[in-house]
Every structure is written in C-alpha cells, then in structure tokens.
C-alpha cells in the first residue's frame, strides 16, 4: 500500500551502492570529511567524534550501522549532519547526491528483500525515473543497536 509522503525534499546519498534519502528538515548541514578524535568504548558503528564548530558531534558509519560492506581504506567519507531528538549527529557516507523534490510521488513499502539492519530504519521508498530512493527516518537511523548487525566485511 502506498502512502502519501510528509514530505517532498529530500537530501539523498549514496553507501555501499544504495541510494537513500532523508527529509532535509532533518538535515542540518553536509560536510566533506572531518578530521574524529576517538571514542572510548562507544559502540562500533561509531567512528568518533568530530567537532563542528565547537560542538561535539558523534560519527556514526553508516555502512558498519546498516550492516553493509566496508568502505575502503583509502576513501574518505562524507558527513550527513542531522538532528535526532534534540541531538545532533553525523552520518558517514560515501558521497553525496543533491537535494530532491519528489512532490506527488508516493511512498511505497520498504520491500522484504532488503536486509533486516537496512529495513529497519528506512519508512518506505520512492521510485525515481532512474533509480529507487531508500527513505531514512533519522531518529531510527541514529539509534545505535546495543549489538552490531552481522555486517558483510566487518569482522
């Protein structure tokens, strides 16, 4: 069944070849890489911490969170900053896309053949005339699970 969206822009993208999007209401600012400080004992998903002008910010690699494959070493990820119940984090991606209307087209279910980690926070999807835009509920997507989800590439 097909819902209508709560909204028509989205900032999308990319990880691990999926190309998501969230609501740009959610999205605070997108950075090129940031140089982490680590953090002690956090969970593996998070990469460390960046400072953004003065205010702490926790990394969150979206790969290792959504239990896709891991990036290469040599690439650098790029910063999705979104606010989540009044805190404000980073997604690390792969690249960015741009910023989408998709006024008047629905969203559909999240479809069952994706894998669990990634079904679990997205609220549905978007056909584009080119690709599938995965939709991310921010707040789901910064809820770090208290153990990893099995994640291909990651030991």
């Not at 980690?117 to 584009?128: C, S």
Request: glycine share 6%; with cysteine; net charge negative.
């Amino acid at each position: 069944m097909t819902t209508p969206a709560t909204t028509s822009q989205y900032c999308t993208f990319w990880a691990d070849g999926l190309h998501f999007g969230i609501a740009v209401r959610d999205v605070q600012e997108v950075l090129r890489y940031q140089e982490m400080s680590a953090a002690p004992r956090a969970p593996e998903s998070v990469l460390g911490l960046i400072n953004l002008r003065g205010q702490i910010v926790t990394a969150i690699d979206l790969r290792y969170r959504l239990g896709l494959s891991t990036r290469a070493a040599d690439v650098m990820p790029m910063n999705v900053v979104l606010r989540s119940r009044n805190e404000v984090v980073s997604l690390l991606v792969d690249d960015i896309g741009e910023v989408i209307d998709t006024a008047g087209a629905p969203i559909e279910p999240v479809p069952s053949t994706l894998p669990a980690a990634v079904r679990d926070v997205l609220t549905g999807v978007i056909a584009l005339p080119a690709a599938i835009l995965l939709v991310l509920d921010g707040d789901r997507t910064a809820d770090l699970p208290t153990s990893p989800p099995n994640p291909k590439g990651n030991p």
